[in-house]
């Protein structure tokens, strides 16, 4: 159903988390998608097209199959069952931007057609995948993409990247820009062009990732709160409520595998506010 890999060059070791590939349908369609403060490849096999959705139920974005996904700092809505087969690549954070030849504060929240960036690289790769005979082809054909592609794009920025892997063992932003010899407004500056957005929402975004982490087994939200660093309960609540659209107490997620991923009942989600009856979300 799902095969994945990292890449297998030196090269791509430290840029990429993860090279995937999925095929099958889900017994849900709709899901809520959190952010997890990484940006993605991915390329739509099943049909040539991608589309968002509001928490509303209403169809607020929609591309080609081949798309660059910039950090999300809000939970979005995608329709799995247009998404059955899929492939992708997991960037590790600050490490995108080689493959970009933007800021990646310009894709901040949004899904953007990979055309716009990689100009005709972008149907040829939909092309090639296509006509991968297997799954594991599939991966090849996603590094050697990133490898052509990577060879005259600059380098990510080390510091940046450093700056996420601090922040997402519990540093301070302070301690952070101490450590790194860049002054506040400095680590703003290279943490938005190279990771798309500030470094304290990036944190905050790295600290509900962890609380998502450690939510199971006879953990309560209030162990929870105090374990990772708010400062009561309801601070963690609001928290979460931000980053995933839902209570602590609602949030189930498609698997203890799959926490970014939270399947939504189609009628409870068309008829929210008012949205459209189930049926008519899929343009």
Request: proline residues 7%; charged residues 20%.
């Amino acid at each position: 159903m799902i095969l994945a890999r990292r890449p297998r060059s030196p090269t791509l070791a430290p840029l990429v988390e993860s090279l995937w590939t999925y095929d099958g349908q889900l017994t849900h369609g709709f899901e809520r998608v959190l952010p997890s403060g990484r940006m993605q490849l991915l390329v739509n096999l099943h049909e040539d097209a991608f589309r968002d959705y509001r928490l509303d139920g209403r169809l607020a974005h929609k591309t080609r199959g081949a798309v660059i996904q910039g950090v999300h700092t809000a939970p979005r809505v995608v329709d799995t069952a247009c998404q059955r087969s899929i492939c992708g690549v997991s960037f590790a954070p600050a490490s995108a931007s080689p493959f970009l030849g933007m800021p990646a504060s310009a894709l901040t929240g949004r899904v953007v057609d990979l055309s716009e960036i990689w100009g005709r690289d972008s149907p040829l790769l939909r092309e090639r995948l296509l006509q991968a005979p297997t799954s594991a082809a599939r991966l090849d054909v996603l590094e050697a993409a990133l490898l052509a592609r990577g060879r005259a794009s600059e380098p990510r920025d080390a510091a940046a990247a450093i700056a996420c892997s601090l922040l997402m063992g519990g540093a301070s932003v302070r301690a952070v820009g101490v450590q790194l010899g860049l002054s506040p407004r400095r680590l703003i500056e290279r943490f938005q062009a190279h990771v798309g957005v500030k470094p304290k929402l990036f944190a905050r975004i790295a600290r509900f990732q962890h609380v998502l982490a450690s939510a199971r087994g006879e953990m309560t939200w209030a162990s929870l709160a105090g374990e990772h660093g708010f400062s009561d309960q309801a601070h963690l609540v609001r928290e979460f409520r931000a980053f995933s659209g839902a209570t602590p107490v609602a949030y189930r997620p498609r698997s203890d595998e799959d926490r970014n991923h939270v399947p939504l009942d189609e009628w409870h989600f068309s008829s929210i506010r008012g949205g459209p009856p189930p049926g008519t979300l899929r343009q």
